[in-house]
């Protein structure tokens, strides 16, 4: 069955300092993963994919197919980006998508 | 316009009260979705219906009775809930592009219900 797993409900860094969110998957065949993030009042909203190899706000993450993960990263992190991440692959069918837990971010100043 | 709507943005019912939530996109999107999410909880699929026919329902209790009545929009009727059922309802929209790759989904703010 498809799962993501993020392992860190909750991290912390400071302004500036490099970030990086873990995101782990089970999947069976090609995955296709997201990150999307939910700022504080904000709607959820796709941050990136990785089909489309963009670069975010900052924000990459690169498929590791050997190590079944999705890590989210950023080299200077930013107060702004103070949110919660959550990363999701396809369920079955290409309409579902399964998230994971959630990682929330805080950005010390 | 490149957003979904959601309508009301709060919702308290008692558990005998029949109540709807309502979404709108005029995006163009083909597929349109209901989660439900819990407080720091990810969101919860519960349905999902595809031009404009209901293609997943997640084993959603009776209680939740969806209705998509055009393209652009997709209610969520609600009659003798639980309190168990007050969290935030988010509806979301894709594309629904056939023989495509999972499409991004684009989110409303969500109803923040509350049952008594």
């Known amino acids: 069955a498809q799962r993501v797993t993020q392992p860190e409900k909750l991290l912390s860094v400071f302004k500036g300092a490099p970030v990086e969110l873990k995101c782990n998957y089970s999947?069976?065949?090609?995955?296709?993963l997201f990150w999307y993030v939910q700022y504080s009042r904000q709607r959820l909203q796709l941050l990136l994919r990785?089909?489309s190899r963009e670069s975010i706000k900052g924000f990459t993450a690169d498929l590791n197919k050997g190590e079944t993960s999705f890590h989210l990263k950023k080299p200077f992190a930013q107060e702004e980006d103070s949110a919660m991440y959550y990363c999701?692959?396809?369920?079955?069918?290409?309409?579902?998508?399964?998230f994971g837990q959630g990682t929330r971010l805080t950005i010390n100043p | 316009d490149t957003e979904v709507t959601q309508t009301p943005k709060h919702l308290v019912m008692g558990m005998t009260n029949k109540k709807s939530l309502k979404c709108e996109q005029h995006?163009?999107?083909?597929?349109m979705y209901w989660y439900k999410q819990k407080a720091k909880k990810p969101p919860e699929l519960m349905f999902v219906?595809?031009?404009?026919?209901?293609?997943i329902n997640e084993s959603v209790p009776s209680r939740f009775s969806p209705e998509c009545p055009n393209s652009s929009l997709l209610n969520l009727h609600l009659h003798a809930l639980q309190p168990e059922d007050s969290a935030l309802y988010l509806c979301?929209?894709?594309?629904?592009?056939?023989?495509?790759?999972?499409?991004?989904?684009?989110f409303g703010p969500g109803t923040r219900l509350t049952v008594l």
């Open positions: 979301a929209s894709s594309e629904s592009r056939w023989g495509a790759s999972t499409d991004t989904q684009y």
């Open positions: 999947y069976s065949g090609s995955p296709e």
């Open positions: 990785h089909i």
């Open positions: 999701a692959l396809p369920g079955q069918g290409a309409q579902k998508l399964v």
């Open positions: 995006m163009g999107h083909r597929a």
């Open positions: 219906y595809s031009y404009e026919k209901l293609s």
